[in-house]
């Protein structure tokens, strides 16, 4: 018959492997939770915005002059790397035509601006509202979506969809009422 007998040699080898087995599992949590906590960081650096103006003021300038005046009461980047704009209000000057867009909010992406809320547009005598738009800044043309109103001293035109290209007005679902001048 045998004794089990636990020499001091076995009882402190014991330790010393459950020592390590507790760091491993320290080790593994630690490396865990820190982990989740980095994802959880980044995600939060991706969510700030770069920038935030209040009451701005923008002059393109180009060879010519002065181009393009925009004023607006806020703009900031948003997590698709778009400049949401507030109030904005643009003024492009030409020494042939004047253009200008008022919209409460407009979405800016470095090819084109985008009003969801609608926009409010005039070139020279020119003057229209619509529903939503895409202005594109390059070529001076704006795509209106859904609903539009034209506004003239002898026209009310109502449509959808319309396009000012080349200094001409497309639609489709024209609809209006002329007046004549007595």
């Not at 636990?6 to 080898?13: D, E, M």
Request: aromatic share 12%.
């Amino acid at each position: 018959m045998g004794f089990l007998f636990n020499s001091p040699k076995t009882q402190s080898g014991q330790l010393v492997t459950l020592f390590f087995i507790a760091l491993c599992g320290f080790s593994i949590t630690m490396v865990l939770v820190l982990s989740t906590k980095h994802t959880r960081i980044t995600q939060t650096q991706q969510d700030i915005t770069r920038f935030e103006v209040l009451d701005f003021e923008y002059f393109k300038i180009t060879e010519s002059g002065v181009n393009t005046i925009a004023r607006g009461k806020k703009a900031k980047e948003n997590t698709k790397k778009e400049s949401e704009l507030e109030s904005l209000n643009i003024k492009n000057l030409n020494n042939t035509t004047q253009e200008h867009l008022q919209a409460d909010f407009a979405l800016y992406n470095n090819r084109d601006i985008f009003f969801p809320q609608g926009v409010r547009y005039t070139r020279d005598n020119t003057k229209f509202w619509s529903q939503q738009a895409r202005y594109y800044p390059d070529s001076k043309n704006l795509e209106g979506i859904g609903e539009f109103v034209i506004l003239d001293k002898n026209a009310t035109i109502r449509g959808k969809n319309i396009v000012y290209k080349d200094e001409k007005i497309y639609a489709t679902h024209i609809h209006g009422t002329l007046r004549t001048n007595p």
